[in-house]
Structure formats: structure tokens, C-alpha cells
């Protein structure tokens, strides 16, 4: 640490630094190879090679990014993340992690990290994960201050995962900067999108939304950009498209993973300089539109996989809300419960009813993989058989829950045995997902349009998921 600090004193008094970023890897070739890559590009820079070490260099502050390595001989990395995170200039961290781990680091991420890269990779996409947080970081030093009272709206829970969420949409709300919003199907992305453009300037504007998933594939561009009357058969008026349609307010891509390559080119034009030409039109329009995306999917590995441009991933996660799927903030289950009954009490003038901890107990113990959309319909499920109960009990649950939550006990009481008696989590998931589509496909009586409305995912990744399962065969409408 030392010969490195000494250098990183000088650097650190060199005026035209442009950022100062702290290593903490005990890989000390690695270390050498990041501090020259980054010197060369006038960040100022110092490494330590234990997680002690760093977190000493990290206290005396001034960082504006900490580049943190998991496996290190004093601990992981990913353990002392929110000791780093909140020391004096609270700065971004982006995590190193081996190759192929990325379950840990999809939790880093969720516990506050920036990002994450793999460690074979680091030297060639360090610059473009640094950039990023740097920007953001310019982009929040600029903002105004957060408003103190947020907007809620129908937005329910507590919990510290939550609550951070929440404060990020605060963070958001002050400034025009992009935002993305990400998280497993039903966790609330639209509902944040929403409330995002409600407690914004432009709440008084239009809130417009584009469901990238369900674009008409010949309509596109006129749908997104608008046309001029003739500009192809058919057009017998002219059409405002979305784009311009939320000039003033604001443009929300949902899916936006799902966006066709054409025109994810198109839309980083749009993006750039806000502006567009409908089809047939000889001239650009302008709209001043606040842009919100929001995706079920991991939108770098798209990239990685050459399915989603980089350029346009990096200008539409200016700022990025990971919302966290509702088995990992079981605690919030009670609040969401009460207000759900309470709201379809209300809907259906009955008096308000009373919950039994048994209740909550059995459903805290289940996994929900539609999160809280699957939350609500259960509850609405309960309500409806049962509108004559003053109170409801686990007993009224229906008997297809029952069974599943009376698993999910067993599963969990399983714990305790060895871990070698655990599936592997991959293994887990795809039976868990398969189990879930066979049941959906029982449901929907193999009706894809069915299936979309029941579930909540969109048709292309119904499809997606059918083709991966070996479902595909089967005639579906
Ligand atoms: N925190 C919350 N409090 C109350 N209701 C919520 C919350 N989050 C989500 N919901 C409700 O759950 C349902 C699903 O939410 P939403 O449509 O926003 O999810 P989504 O993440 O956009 O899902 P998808 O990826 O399937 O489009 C909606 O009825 C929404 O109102
Ligand atoms: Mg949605």
C-alpha cells in the first residue's frame, strides 16, 4: 500500500485530475495495470491490497469511485460494501468479481454497488463502467435539493429495500436526468414510473406510455415517430406520434429490452438531440420529453450477447432503481395485505375485515415469483370466495395455495439439512419458472393472449419462455 500511496500523494496534488479513484484488489499485477491504465488518463489513483487497508484509505474521503475486488485475504468485499459506500464522499463502488459469479454481484448491486465487472473483462470495460458513474455522479452534485416529502402514491412498504428505492426515485425526481428502472415482472416499475413523473415538474404534462414489447412490427416508426398524411398506403391523416406526443412530459419505454435493433439506433438519435422525423415528413420536430425505461431483463448481458447497443443502454441509465423482488422484503407483505383488503372493502362497500396472523404467516412464507401483482390477485382470490368472512384466516386460502405455501414450509424447514442436499439455485430456478409456465399455460387454456393478461409478462418473452421450456410445440393463440 504504501509505495502506491506515496504515488498516489503526488497524484493526488496534480490539478488536472479529473476524478480519484481508489483500487482494492489483492491482485498486485492487477492493481499495477489499473493505476497505469487510469494515470495515463489523468485520474488520480491509490490501491490497497486488503480489505483493512482500503477501508483506511477509504475514510480519509475524497474518493469519487472505489473499484472493490470480493475475494480478498481479510474478507469479502461484498460484506464491508455499506462501510464503503458511506464514508465521507460517499462514493460510487464498483465491484470486481470472479468469472461466472454473478448472482453475488446482481446482489451487489442491489446492495448499493454501481456496477459490477467480471474480472476478466476489467481492463477493457473499466473505462466505460467509470465514465458512467462519473456522470452520474456530475449529474447528482447538480441536482437540486430532494424534495423532503415524496408523492407515494399507491406505493406501499417499509422495508430498508424499499425505503432505498424510494429514495433513489426521490434523488430522480429533482432532475430531468434519465432514469431506468429494473426488476423482476410485477415488483411495481410502472407504478414507480408513475410516481416518478407525478412528483416531477413536468406532473401537469402527459405521461406517455410506449410498451416496447407490443410495437407493431410494420407501424413502428409511425407509431413511435408519427407520419405525414400519404406517406404510405393507408395514411390518409396525419398521425402525432408517441414521441411527440409526450413533448413537455414524459416518455415512458416500457420493455424497452425488447426494443427491435433498427430502431433501438434510431431512438439513441432521438435520445442525443430530441429529435425526430415522422415518416414522409421532409423536416425534424422537436419534443422535450423526460425519459423513464423500465426492463425485466439483464440489459448488459444483452449487450454482451450483441442484442441491445451499449450507446443506448448507457444514455438511458443516467440514473438506474433496481426494485427489489418481494421475496427479498417479506416484512412488507403485512402493509401490502392491509391495503389491498382494505381497498377492495372500499371497492365493494363491505366493512372493513380483519386479518389473522395466520394469515400472514403463510403467506410471508411463500416465494411470490409475480411478486406483488401475484400478491394482490391472491388477495383478491381470497376476498372474493369469502366475502362473508368478518375475518380471514390461512384456511381460506385456496386449496392450490395452500398446497404450494404448505411446500414452500417444508422447503424451508429443509434448511437446516446439509447444503449438499439443496438443489443448485440454476437447477431450482428452471424447474421453478417451467412449473409456473405449465401452470399458466393449464390456466390460460394455451391462449398466449390469456397467458400475457394473467401473468403480466409480455407476448415476446411468453414466447421466449415457451421456446426455452420445450413448451413450443404446442398450438397456441
Ligand atoms: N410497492 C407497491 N405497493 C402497492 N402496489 C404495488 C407495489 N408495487 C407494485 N404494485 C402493484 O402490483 C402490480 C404490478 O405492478 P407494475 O405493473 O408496476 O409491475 P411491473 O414491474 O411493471 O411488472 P411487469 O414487468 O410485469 O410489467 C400493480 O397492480 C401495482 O399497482
Ligand atoms: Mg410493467
Redesign the pocket.
Known amino acids: 500500500m504504501t509505495e502506491k500511496t506515496d504515488k498516489t500523494k503526488k497524484a493526488r496534488n496534480s490539478r488536472s485530475a479529473i476524478a480519484r479513484v481508489l483500487i482494492i484488489d489483492d491482485d498486485l499485477t492487477l492493481c499495477s495495470m489499473l493505476i497505469a491504465q487510469l494515470e495515463r488518463k489523468n485520474y488520480t489513483t491509490a490501491s490497497a491490497n486488503t480489505l483493512e487497508q482500503g477501508l483506511e484509505l477509504a475514510k480519509q474521503g475524497g474518493w469519487d469511485v472505489i473499484l472493490l475486488d470480493v475475494q480478498m485475504p481479510d474478507g469479502n468485499g461484498l460484506e464491508f460494501l455499506p462501510q464503503f459506500t458511506t464514508t465521507p464522499s460517499y462514493p460510487e463502488v464498483i465491484i470486481i468479481t470472479g468469472h461466472g459469479a454473478a448472482d453475488g454481484a446482481e446482489k451487489a448491486i442491489i446492495g448499493g454497488a454501481w456496477s459490477y465487472i467480471e474480472k476478466p473483462h476489467v481492463i477493457r470495460d473499466l473505462p466505460l463502467h467509470l465514465a458512467r458513474a462519473l456522470q452520474f455522479r456530475r449529474e447528482k452534485q447538480k441536482l437540486k435539493v430532494v424534495p423532503v416529502a415524496l408523492k407515494r402514491g ?4 417499509n422495508s430498508a429495500k ?1 425505503s432505498r428505492c424510494l429514495d433513489h426515485l426521490a434523488t430522480a425526481t429533482a432532475s430531468d436526468i434519465n432514469v431506468l428502472i429494473s ?11 408513475h410516481a416518478l413523473h407525478e412528483n416531477s415538474n413536468r406532473a401537469d404534462q402527459p405521461f406517455v406510455v410506449v410498451d416496447c414489447a407490443s410495437l407493431p412490427d410494420t407501424l413502428i416508426e409511425s407509431t413511435l415517430f408519427g407520419h405525414v398524411k400519404g406517406a404510405f398506403t393507408g395514411a390518409d391523416k396525419a398521425r402525432k406520434g408517441l414521441i411527440q406526443q409526450a413533448d413537455k412530459g414524459t416518455l415512458f419505454l ?2 424497452v429490452g425488447e426494443l427491435p435493433p433498427a430502431i433501438q439506433k434510431n431512438f439513441l438519435r432521438v435520445l442525443q438531440e430530441r429529435k425526430f422525423r415522422p415518416v414522409g415528413a421532409g423536416r425534424e420536430l422537436h419534443s422535450d420529453f423526460r425519459l423513464v425505461a ?1 426492463t ?1 431483463r439483464n440489459l448488459n448481458e444483452m449487450v454482451t450477447a450483441g442484442e441491445f447497443r451499449s450507446d443506448l443502454l448507457f444514455r438511458i441509465q443516467a440514473l438506474t432503481i433496481t ?1 427489489p423482488p418481494l421475496r427479498e422484503r417479506r416484512e ?1 407483505i403485512r402493509d ?1 395485505v392491509i ?2 383488503l382494505d381497498r377492495l372493502c372500499r371497492r365493494y362497500n363491505q366493512e372493513t375485515k380483519g386479518i389473522a396472523p395466520d394469515l400472514i404467516e403463510a403467506l410471508m412464507s411463500y416465494d411470490w415469483p409475480g ?3 401475484e400478491l ?1 390477485q391472491t388477495v383478491e382470490h381470497i376476498f372474493a370466495e369469502n366475502s362473508e368472512a368478518p375475518t380471514l384466516y390461512s384456511i381460506h386460502l385456496p386449496q392450490e395455495f395452500r398446497i404450494r405455501f404448505a411446500r414452500a414450509n417444508v422447503q424451508q424447514s429443509n434448511t437446516e439439512t446439509p447444503a449438499k442436499q439443496l438443489p443448485l439455485w440454476k437447477e431450482y430456478k428452471y424447474q421453478m419458472e417451467k412449473d409456473y409456465l405449465k401452470n399458466l399455460l393449464l390456466h390460460s387454456d394455451n391462449s398466449i393472449k390469456e397467458a400475457c393478461r394473467l ?4 407476448r415476446a418473452r411468453i414466447y421466449q419462455l415457451l421456446d426455452k421450456h420445450g413448451f413450443s410445440g404446442r398450438s397456441q393463440t
Request: proline share 0%; with cysteine; hydrophobic share 40%.
Open positions: 399507491a406505493i406501499i412498504g424499499l426488476g423482476e415482472t410485477g415488483t411495481g416499475k410502472e407504478l414507480f414510473a416500457d420493455e423500465a425485466n426494485l412488507d401490502l391495503c389491498f411478486n406483488i401483482r394482490y401473468s403480466g409478462i409480455s
